[in-house]
């Protein structure tokens, strides 16, 4: 078994997927459902998913709901796409959002789809986030109502060839500070 480390470490966007192999049910269930313990504020649980598997429609959300420049290409081979939906008309979340600036359910929604981001890498899948779309596209081929907002994509499936490499990230220096905004954090105690 892995631990949360080596799967932190192992996840990385994969852009190509095995032909001809499709993600297993018990796989699907099992990353929908580290999706469903994901905390959400107010306990509000906004998000709803769903499971793409048609490769029909997955090549028609390919061809027709991606943006230029980014268009995603690599996505019509993969098994499974996870549509990521936040229902706006949760009360608390509104309010929440009117008083405090912050749309909740975009956070909401993205530690649930982290969740399903770590548990596929556990199982051996890859995954990439896609948020270059456009949403109305998505919504009218899906049939998502209006109140559904879709802030987030996930595709999912076998890796095709080797792990892809690292992407680079900024050292812990220049992300964390200590006690108040740009004091420098002691990375050298204990
Ligand atoms: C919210 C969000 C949206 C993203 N949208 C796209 C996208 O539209 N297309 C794509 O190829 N990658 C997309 N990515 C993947 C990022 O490019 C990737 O996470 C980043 O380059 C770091 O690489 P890594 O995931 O391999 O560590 C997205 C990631 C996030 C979190």
Same mark, same amino acid.
């Given at each position: 078994?892995?631990t949360?480390d080596?799967i932190?470490?192992?996840?990385?966007?994969v852009?190509?997927f095995?032909k001809?192999r499709?993600?297993p049910a018990?796989?699907?269930?099992a990353?929908?459902?580290?999706?469903r313990?994901?905390?959400?504020?107010c306990?509000?649980?906004?998000w709803?998913?769903?499971?793409v598997?048609?490769?029909?429609?997955?090549?028609r959300?390919c061809?027709?709901a991606?943006?230029?420049?980014i268009?995603?290409?690599w996505?019509?081979?993969? %098994?499974l796409? =996870?549509?990521g939906c @936040?229902? *706006?008309?949760?009360?608390?979340?509104?309010?929440? $959002?009117?008083?405090?600036g912050t749309e909740?359910y975009?956070?909401?929604l993205?530690i649930?789809?982290?969740h399903?981001?770590?548990?596929?890498?556990e199982?051996?899948l890859?995954?990439?986030?896609i948020?270059?779309?456009s949403?109305?596209?998505?919504?009218?081929?899906?049939?998502? %109502?209006r109140? =559904?907002?879709?802030p @987030?994509? *996930?595709?999912v499936g076998?890796?095709?060839d080797d $792990?892809?490499s690292?992407?680079s990230?900024?050292p812990?220096?220049?992300?964390?500070?200590s006690?108040k905004?740009?004091?420098?954090f002691?990375?050298?105690?204990e």
């Open positions: 078994m892995k949360l080596q932190i470490s192992a996840r990385r966007s852009r190509a095995k001809d499709p993600v018990g796989h699907i269930r990353i929908f459902e580290a999706a313990l994901a905390p959400s504020a306990n509000s649980q906004t709803r998913f769903i499971a598997t048609a490769a029909d429609t997955i090549d959300i061809r027709t991606m943006r230029p420049v268009p995603n290409k996505l019509s081979q993969a %098994p796409l =996870v549509v @936040a229902k *706006l008309d949760i009360v608390a979340n509104r309010i929440g $959002a009117r008083v405090t909740y975009q956070i909401d993205g649930a789809m982290e399903m981001a770590l548990k596929a890498t199982l051996g890859g995954t990439c986030w948020g270059w779309f949403e109305e596209k998505i919504r009218s081929i899906l049939d998502i %109502p109140r =559904v907002k879709v @987030a994509l *996930l595709a076998y890796p095709a $792990a892809p690292k992407r990230r900024k812990l220096e220049k992300i964390l500070f006690e905004w740009g004091n420098s002691p990375l050298d105690g």
